[in-house]
Nanobody, 127 residues
Framework: QVQLVESGGGTVQADGNLRLSCTASGITFRVSAMGWYRQAPGKERELVATITSGWRTNYSESVKGRFTISRDDDKNTVFLDMSKVKPEDTAVYYC?????????????????????WGQGTQVTVSS
């Protein structure tokens, strides 16, 4: 049984920092690609960041340069370090995995979400 459990959400002031964590069970984590998504009120869920088992990473343009995704395979945990947060980062953040990776020539890749999602953690950025 796959379980993804997020933690670390909360309220933070604009330009502040926050770290989200997602601990997985029921999967072979070290060979799994993982992703973070978010959903703001009235909007569709969107991809924020992904990381492959080989530590290749991708970010949405809206968070590139401010957020960092990383992983600890010994702890079956994927992290999202959020810095210089903005009010528009306010959303429920969801962990997903193991995602399907399609690699492109030149090193790029795409991530297709699995059907497994965490319960979500609320991030609110106050201005």
């Amino acid at each position: 049984q796959v379980q993804l459990v997020e933690s670390g959400g909360g309220t933070v002031q604009a330009d502040g920092n926050l770290r989200l964590s997602c601990t997985a069970s029921g999967i072979t984590f070290r060979v799994s690609a993982m992703g973070w998504y978010r959903q703001a009120p009235g909007k569709e869920r969107e991809l924020v960041a992904t990381i492959t088992s080989g530590w290749r990473t991708n970010y949405s343009e809206s968070v590139k340069g401010r957020f960092t995704i990383s992983r600890d395979d010994d702890k079956n945990t994927v992290f999202l370090d959020m810095s210089k947060v903005k009010p528009e980062d306010t959303a429920v953040y969801y962990c997903n995995g193991p995602g399907e990776i399609n690699s492109y020539p030149g090193g790029g890749y795409s991530y297709t979400a699995s059907r497994y999602w965490g319960q979500g953690t609320q991030v609110t950025v106050s201005s």
